[in-house]
């Protein structure tokens, strides 16, 4: 028997034990679309900043007869893509974004008396800032249009109206540079991360502890006793690890495209080969933990501990963008940053395929390591 047809004996006879056993099932099949769920809908809400469409409810609570100004706050709010909901004050403490503006606003201001607005937000954090600086902004803005209509000397309705529909004569248009859209949220996070953490969860968990499994009931000791040589056995451990990692990688991009939406865009092909490279570093990352744990136990601790930390270092539970700058530059040392940051530039970003080539490059040189790592730790007993 051929080398190469020693190691795929070994890999299919390793792949079906590991689709037969309903820990790999649960978290191969099912748990992944379970978190693409979850974190994507609580995420959907976006990062602030976005290009999204959606617009965000903010609870107004005005007494008396608020007049024409009032109006023009709300108009001013709603160009800040904030959808005012008129509420009783009594009713503001439910909502999550909530305004309170004073009595009888257009009369106070008119008789030249200072008022303030009130704005509380639950929750913290960028979008608790983003919400503050859109509300200050059509305050302003609308401060500034009673400005303008004292310095006309005519301040009613009529006049209002009036300079909304006058023309500006100067306008500010932003947009970004290059191809970058927003930083990605919901499901456009999610699913790539979920995915990218949970083929590593799988790699350093089963993968791992099937070897251990093996080597404690001795079953790699009668392969050693085999026609098989010691590079057929490595190559088939690992081959039936990076199937089984390959096959989690696909199930989740047809789910994340057909059941949640996600456009994996024109760079598909380089999307592919990213996760083809990552799927071979975590398969050899599975082996070289399988041999170097002495018992199951270490080997599911140390997995699912390794795990966490880079999945949460690495931006697979948050779009690293929105992270300190030092810990964006300390995540592409780490596979599963190098990772994410390659399909957010594939995928949410619009960049070229080359723009992913040197974290092809870093993840394909781990992989070697890891692999020869591997190979010089893999012992039968």
């Known amino acids: 028997m051929s080398r190469l047809a020693g190691a795929w004996f070994v890999a299919r006879k390793d792949l079906q034990y590991l689709l037969r056993s309903r820990e790999t099932i649960l978290w191969v099949f099912i748990m992944p679309f379970v978190f693409f769920f979850l974190i994507g809908t609580i995420t959907g809400g976006g990062f602030g900043g976005g290009e999204d469409d959606s617009r965000d409810q903010l609870a107004v609570a005005a007494g008396g007869e608020p007049g024409f100004l009032y109006d023009q706050l709300a108009r001013r709010l709603d160009e800040q893509e904030l959808e005012v909901v008129p509420v009783e004050a009594a009713e503001l403490a439910e909502h999550r974004r909530r305004l309170t503006v004073p009595d009888d606003l257009t009369e106070r201001l008119l008789d030249g008396e200072q008022v303030v607005l009130s704005f509380v937000r639950r929750g913290g954090g960028i979008g608790s800032d983003f919400d503050e600086i859109r509300v200050q902004r059509a305050a302003y803005t609308t401060l500034a249009d009673l400005v303008t209509l004292v310095q006309e000397g005519e301040v009613d309705e009529a006049a209002l109206a009036a300079l909304n529909e006058a023309p500006r004569a100067l306008t500010l ?138 999945a949460g ?65 893999f012992r039968y007993d």
């Open 173 to 310: 248009e932003v947009g970004q540079a290059g191809e970058r859209r927003r930083i990605p949220s919901g499901f456009e996070q999610a699913v790539p991360g979920i995915m990218v953490m949970f083929t590593l969860l799988v790699m350093l968990s089963s993968g791992a502890v099937l070897l251990v499994t093996e080597r404690r009931e001795g079953l790699l000791r009668r392969l050693a006793a085999t026609p098989l040589s010691r590079g057929s056995v490595v190559l088939g451990k690992w081959g039936g690890k990076f199937v089984l990692g390959l096959l989690q990688i696909t199930i989740a991009m047809l789910a994340g495209q057909l059941l949640f939406g996600l456009d994996w865009g024109p760079r598909l092909p380089m999307v592919l080969l990213v996760m083809l490279v990552y799927a071979a570093l975590v398969a050899a990352l599975g082996l070289l933990l399988g041999s170097l744990a002495r018992t199951e136990g270490q080997a599911v601790g140390l997995g699912v501990i390794s795990t966490n930390i880079l």
């Open 313 to 377: 270092l690495g931006g697979c539970w948050w779009p690293i963008e929105v992270t300190p700058q030092w810990m964006q530059k300390f995540s592409l040392v780490l596979p599963t940053g190098m990772t994410m940051d390659a399909l957010h530039r594939l995928v949410s970003f619009g960049r070229p395929a080359a723009s992913a080539l040197p974290h092809l490059a870093a993840l394909a040189t781990l992989g070697l390591v890891a692999g020869w790592l591997a190979t010089r730790f």
